[in-house]
């Protein structure tokens, strides 16, 4: 829609409402514990090792299953304070790929393992002061979800997977200091990576609903990106 009137009135962007032009005032940001050259030399000294990507599955999750999962976790664990499309979805396929992977290669469970589920979580207004949702550029905290690998595999294994994503996200994004000091960072840098379920993404861009001038969208893949809008259901979530 913000393309289209850009466009109609040859990209004048008076024609549009202040929240909808882009902020690209980086300089804005206060930065106290210099996360950036923390994170940045990190990454200079730990680069990640990327192994062949064999295939990419899309796994379709429409609303009324979401809705009958949602209706099965807080029948079962009413206190469960975060339930969300989100948490549901990103439980289901946790779960799946570490109950799969112990069928085929018939290992034994140790009991005392840890499994990882990595996402991230958009902090623009958790900074001080707080960045506008209109701030173009990256700024990205990485939530980390632990549990034994037991209690994943077990009969409520996804419940247990939706509890403990949903707790890191809730009690992550409303600790404001630790998202100022990259302690969140530090944290993921030491985990086991190969017991490590991360993805990467957001269903707010919903690029199915842009015309580009030749027509809406029929399929979009985004490189290195694992969620994405869906065009075929209203839950625009795929995975």
Not at 103 to 121: L, P, Q, R, S
Request: hydrophobic letters at 40%.
């Amino acid at each position: 829609m913000k393309l289209g009137l850009l466009n109609k009135f040859g990209g004048d962007e008076q024609c549009l409402e202040n929240e909808f032009i882009p902020f690209y005032d980086s300089f804005v940001i206060k930065d106290p514990y210099e996360q950036g050259t923390i994170i940045w030399d990190e990454m200079k000294q730990n680069m990640p090792e990327i192994g062949d990507i064999i295939m990419t599955p899309y796994l379709d999750r429409v609303r009324d299953d979401v809705v009958k999962l949602k209706n099965l976790i807080l029948s079962r664990r009413p206190n469960i304070s975060y339930v969300t499309s989100f948490t549901i979805t990103c439980a289901y396929i946790w779960t799946f790929l570490i109950k799969s992977k112990f069928v085929i290669e018939e290992e034994m469970i140790d009991e005392n393992a840890m499994e990882i589920f990595g996402c991230v979580a958009d902090c623009r207004s958790r900074l001080n002061p707080p960045l506008p949702q209109s701030y173009f550029g990256n700024c990205l905290v990485t939530i980390v979800s632990k549990s034994s690998r037991i209690d994943l595999v077990g009969k409520e294994g996804f419940i247990v997977a939706v509890e403990v994503i949903g707790e890191a996200i809730k009690n992550q994004m409303k600790d404001e200091e630790l998202i100022l000091n990259c302690s969140w960072y530090r944290e993921f840098c030491v985990v086991d990576m190969k017991q490590t379920l991360t993805i990467a993404g957001s269903p707010k861009f919903n690029l199915y609903d842009v015309d580009f001038g030749w027509g809406r969208l029929e399929k979009t893949e985004i490189i290195s990106i694992d969620l994405c809008p869906l065009a075929s259901t209203k839950i625009q979530m795929e995975i």
